[in-house]
């Protein structure tokens, strides 16, 4: 069966758990076209900017269940700490929507606690703002999940009881540059076992549990590059055909259902001066090039001639963009084409697309 309804299950660390944790939430938003009425005639003018109308910052409003009564004597203590300590920050909120992961930045305007007779009970409501009014798809090769026992929350934080009536200097003898403890502990599940691309059939029954536990999201690039290596994470590949072509052309599948222009071209091979078009918009990179070639969405370009050298800028001058184009690319839903003439016949040239699923 088809799960429709989006669940929120982390903000920052302070994960949501399966214990009526999320007592509601209500997600709202909307879009920036706006409308002028017609004096003498019916309806409204609406001046749409673009196809597809942008996105407003949004709005999530929910109510938190803190329930103490899950944990053990010595961790009730800090739990509040522990929600206010993530609460204060801006960061990722996460979400799950049938078998898809989503995140957005996000930052909590208002709370509010309710008093409650219950000794071991408190509500908390709380307005997120949701700044860039989208939210993307998860990167499964970023994404690593640590399995998550609500009772054991404190299992990777540094919080320690303070007795202010003992007169004595502890921290001073603790060592600088002692790893913190939750780095430590998120090592151990940086794995290709723990990663979002192994676990992403497990993750629907899991988050949407009335009761039983969790996964806590880590969200670790390096990571990443160091399990699947870093060609992996360089998205879709399209290779010449025959290295004595000098044109690189194929087509590659993208499900953003909001047409993106967060995209990064990498070209691995011999070029020059080449010239890229995705979904018929051309840009050019002046010069003579041979090694890894990168074009980011923001139109940094970066070259990395050896793998022992440093990476270095190019200046943002060799990017060319023809009459009647524009700068920028934009994948679409659905099939997207995409060509490069690399101006070299001499060796085999690849390009590689990244592109950052958009949704609302």
Request: glycine share 6%; hydrophobic share 35%.
């Amino acid at each position: 069966m088809t799960i429709l309804n989006r669940k929120y299950i982390q903000f920052n660390d302070l994960v949501i758990d399966n214990y009526e944790m999320l007592q509601s939430a209500d997600l709202s938003g909307g879009f920036k076209t706006g409308t002028t009425e017609y004096s003498f005639g019916h309806g409204s003018y609406a001046n749409f900017k673009a196809k597809q109308q942008f996105s407003m910052e949004q709005s999530l409003s929910m109510t938190l269940k803190l329930d103490t009564r899950k944990l053990s004597c010595d961790q009730k203590q800090f739990y509040k700490d522990y929600v206010f300590m993530n609460i204060v920050k801006a960061g990722k909120l996460w979400a799950i929507e049938g078998e898809q992961l989503l995140w957005t930045n996000a930052f909590i305007k208002d709370f509010s606690e309710s008093y409650s007779t219950e000794r071991h009970v408190v509500n908390i409501d709380i307005d997120f703002v949701l700044y860039e009014g989208i939210w993307h798809k998860a990167d499964t090769k970023k994404v690593f999940l640590k399995p998550y026992v609500a009772c054991n929350f404190m299992e990777c934080l540094d919080f320690q009881e303070v007795d202010e009536c003992q007169e004595c200097c502890i921290s001073c003898s603790q060592t600088k540059h002692e790893s913190c403890p939750k780095c430590v502990c998120e090592c151990e599940f940086l794995t290709g076992e723990n990663s979002l691309c192994e676990l992403k059939k497990e993750v629907a029954s899991a988050f949407y549990s009335q009761c039983g536990d969790t996964y806590q999201i880590i969200y670790n690039c390096e990571a990443g590059k160091n399990i699947w290596s870093e060609e992996k994470m360089l998205g879709h590949k399209i290779c010449k055909a025959e290295p004595c072509k000098d044109i690189i052309a194929g087509q590659f599948y993208s499900d953003t259902i909001l047409d993106s222009d967060k995209v990064t071209i990498t070209m691995i091979g011999a070029m020059k001066d080449p010239v890229i078009t995705l979904n018929g918009n051309k840009m050019q990179i002046l010069g003579e090039y041979n090694g890894k070639l990168t074009l980011t969405a923001n139109g940094e370009i970066y070259y990395l001639e050896d793998k022992c050298c440093s990476e270095k800028a190019i200046n943002i001058n060799q990017l060319v963009i023809p009459i009647g184009n524009t700068f920028g690319f934009t994948v679409h839903h659905g099939t997207n084409g995409i060509i490069v003439e690399t101006n070299n016949c001499c060796e085999m040239t690849c390009v590689y697309v990244k592109v950052d699923r958009l949704t609302i």
